[in-house]
Structures are given as C-alpha cells and as structure tokens.
C-alpha cells in the first residue's frame, strides 16, 4: 500500500556547512541552525567590531557609532535568514544585482531584435510534424494531452488503489526522460465542431437565407463564445528526453501504463505540431480571446 505522507530526501548537493547542530546551555536549546549561518553570524559580528575599532567609523561620534552598529547587526541577521531552500539570504545578492539593469529585465521580441535573449529562455530548436520538440541541449520531447482519474469523489478503495498504482508506476521510471505535468486554463477546442458545421453547409443544397443565418449563427456562438470566451482546464504530460531513446522507452512506459490500467492516466493523445505549438504560446504568448482563422462566416 502506498504511503499517506513522503519526506523529502536530503539533497545531494548537501555539504558539511549544510549540517545543522543545536547549541543548548543550562537547560535552554536555540532552533537548530545550519554551520555556515553561524559562521556568517560570527563572522559578521568579528567584521563589526573590527569595521568600529580599527576604521574611519572608530574616529567617528558616539551616536554615529551606534547607529551604524545597530544597522549592521539588523543586516547580518536579515542576510543571515535561510529561505525556503535552505540557503541564506545573502546568496540571493548576486542575482538581485544582476536583476536591477532594466536591460536585464526585459527580452524584446520584435522581428528585428536578437532573438537571442528570448531564444535562451525557450531553449528549442524546432517542432516536427508529428509533434516531436527538439531542444538546444540535444534533448527530444513529445507532448500529450492526458485525462486522469482523480476526483473529490473517490471511495476510499478507489483512492487506495489509485495511490498504489501512481506509487508502483514512479518507482518504475528512469532518471534519463523528465515527466512534467503541466495544467492550463484554455478556450475550449471546437475544432471538430466547427469542420463539421462547415462539412454541413458544404453538403446543404437549400441555399435558404434562414438556414444560412441559422448556420451563420452557430458558427459564431462556437467561435466568438465557446472557442474564445468559455475556458476550460486542460492537462498536458510533457515528456523531456536526454535523447531520441530515451524518450522512446518513457513513450513505452507510457504507453503500457494507459493499456494497462485507467489508474493513473485514463487517455494520453499524442499532440502534433498544430496542436503543440498552441499549449506552448500559453506560456510564451499568452491566450488571444480572439480566433483569427475561425471569423468568417458560412455564408
């Protein structure tokens, strides 16, 4: 049975400074804190007193000394404050500094600029045919859109068989192909609704101007209300491989799993490029309300 909770495995990138040690006397123990923010609390404190003996701030006054001495101790305990990632707030100075050029926080992307900066964010050559993405690095990607099995509504043998079928399946996946799930919130598609309204003019031998305007009408409601404004929640299974094989076997994977069982995923749908390149301009772009290619009438 899977479990009900997991912990998060230590990093590999965990060094000796990394380790955290409590420091306790008579009774009393402090939080426990990582070496190297007491070694930048200590050493910030040994900077201090030496910046107010041994510098231009000593031949100072009083006031100026305890001022600047209090501004310096709020600053080592604030930059000596761990985030979230276990990393002191001072390692965040370097990409702050690099951050606040205007040039630095902002990529045109007008047909006459480089299009360099905003080719080193996106990170892909090309797009093939059949939907097959090819990255600067060497790697190959295929998108899916995929419908799962999850609902507020589960029994609790229906949840448990759900979690040990996700947990049996991750445990089987290797570390060469990246598996990301991604979810948006899209105009719904009406691509097949809208070719079949156009099939039935097509085949319509009364040219009555009512069955027209009838017809005229359900097209804009597809296009202008159902394919524009009303938008619906869509999930895509992005598969990254560190090459061509690599992605074949996870496609393998994939593919046993959704024959396999309807557990985990219940359908995966290879997008090709016409219907990869629109999931990605969500990211890139953003979601244009308006259909340029589905404005003109039946008529």
């Excluded at 570390?175 to 079949?196: D, G, L, N």
Aim: proline share 4%; net charge negative.
């Amino acid at each position: 049975m899977a479990k009900t909770s997991y912990k998060v495995p230590t990093s590999l990138n965990r060094s000796f400074l990394d380790h955290e040690i409590t420091l306790s006397k008579g009774g009393w123990a402090a939080k426990p804190s990582p070496i190297k923010q007491l070694l930048f609390f200590g050493g910030g404190v040994l900077a201090v007193l030496w910046i107010t003996t041994q510098t231009f701030v000593a031949s100072s006054g009083p006031m100026f000394i305890t001022f600047f001495v209090i501004w310096a101790l709020l600053a080592i305990g604030y930059f000596g404050g761990m985030t979230k990632t276990k990393e002191l707030r001072a390692m965040t100075i370097p990409a702050l500094l690099a951050y606040l050029p205007s040039r630095a926080r902002t990529v045109y992307t007008r047909r006459s600029s480089d299009p360099s900066d905003f080719y080193s964010i996106v990170g892909i050559d090309g797009i093939e045919e059949d939907g097959r993405i090819h990255y600067s690095d060497g790697g190959e990607g295929q998108v899916y859109l995929v419908v799962g099995s999850a609902s507020y509504l589960l029994f609790d043998e229906d949840r448990i068989g759900i979690l040990d079928r996700v947990d049996a399946f991750w445990r089987k996946i290797e570390s060469t192909c990246e598996w990301s799930f991604i979810t948006t919130k899209e105009p719904q598609r009406i691509y097949h609704q809208v070719a079949s309204l156009e099939e039935r003019n097509h085949v319509l031998q009364v040219r009555d101007p009512d069955l027209i305007e009838l017809q005229n009408e359900q097209y804009d409601i597809l296009t202008q209300h159902v394919g524009g404004k009303f938008t619906s929640i869509h999930q895509y299974l992005l598969l990254r491989g560190k090459s061509a094989d690599a992605l074949r076997r996870a496609h393998t994977v994939l593919q046993a799993e959704v024959e396999g069982s309807a557990l985990m995923i219940k359908e995966a749908t290879v997008l090709d490029r016409e219907e990869t390149e629109p999931m990605l301009r969500v990211f890139y772009q953003g979601i244009d309300d308006e259909l340029p290619s589905l404005k003109a009438s039946l008529s």
